[in-house]
């Protein structure tokens, strides 16, 4: 099964993963920290999912196009209250952005997707994201970082140095699922020529990188 495909039979119960306790403290303060750099700007969110960060990131924003590959994702996200007429939702491949057209964005927003993307596609993908956006954009990504006591065991490590979990879904099936786990500096040495003032912030079981294109 592929990622979008284990994504789709999950929908209704992803957002178990924000109800865990030992993470809420840590969804408050970044919650809380999301509206600012999207204040005022025409938002692109990939791999939007539930929407569980598209309300929060959305607040003080003038437009927010939220996308993911699959509509029974977003069917769960379209049922929330969002920013009042402030929020789209659109099916859109994060590795193609078909269906965008000739639309740019002076911000970009990414929520647990940095995560999956494997190592060897990860320049090209922040470039193609880099080519929707306006010079001096601002770019939010935020993602887990690995905590022992609350992360799905890595299972493995392939010849690219992508780490994989194997995580069991309702049904009782097991499905490996690729999770990278990058550190800052790995981060940063991803982000391209663009990238400007690059900011990481640590959290006990997330990170958030913040930074404007040049
Ligand atoms: C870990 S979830 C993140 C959801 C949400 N951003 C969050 O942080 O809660 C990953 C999301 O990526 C979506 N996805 C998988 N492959 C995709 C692709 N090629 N293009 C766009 N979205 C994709 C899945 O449907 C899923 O909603």
Request: with cysteine; charged share 25%.
């Amino acid at each position: 099964m592929d990622m979008p495909e284990y994504y789709r039979q999950r929908a209704t119960y992803y957002e178990r993963v924000y109800h865990k306790p030992e993470r809420q403290s840590d969804l408050r303060a970044m919650e809380a920290c999301l509206p600012g750099p999207f204040a005022g700007r025409r938002v692109l969110e990939v791999a939007c999912g539930t929407g569980w960060w598209t309300r929060h990131g959305a607040r003080d924003c003038t437009h927010w196009l939220a996308t993911d590959l699959n509509p029974n994702t977003m069917d769960v996200a379209c049922n929330k209250a969002m920013p009042a007429g402030r929020v789209e939702f659109a099916t859109v491949d994060a590795y193609t952005f078909d269906g965008l057209g000739q639309r740019s964005f002076d911000g970009a927003f990414s929520g647990c997707w940095w995560s999956h993307i494997p190592l060897e596609r990860l320049a090209s993908w922040l470039e193609l994201l880099h080519a929707r956006l306006e010079p001096g954009a601002r770019v939010v990504m935020l993602d887990n970082s690995y905590v022992e006591a609350s992360s799905t065991p890595l299972s493995r490590r392939d010849a690219q140095g992508n780490t994989y979990q194997n995580r069991t879904l309702d049904d009782g099936k097991v499905h490996e699922v690729l999770k990278n786990f990058p550190t800052c500096d790995e981060a940063f040495a991803a982000l391209g020529a663009r990238a400007r003032n690059p900011e990481w912030i640590a959290y006990e079981h997330y990170w958030v990188l913040n930074y404007q294109l040049a």
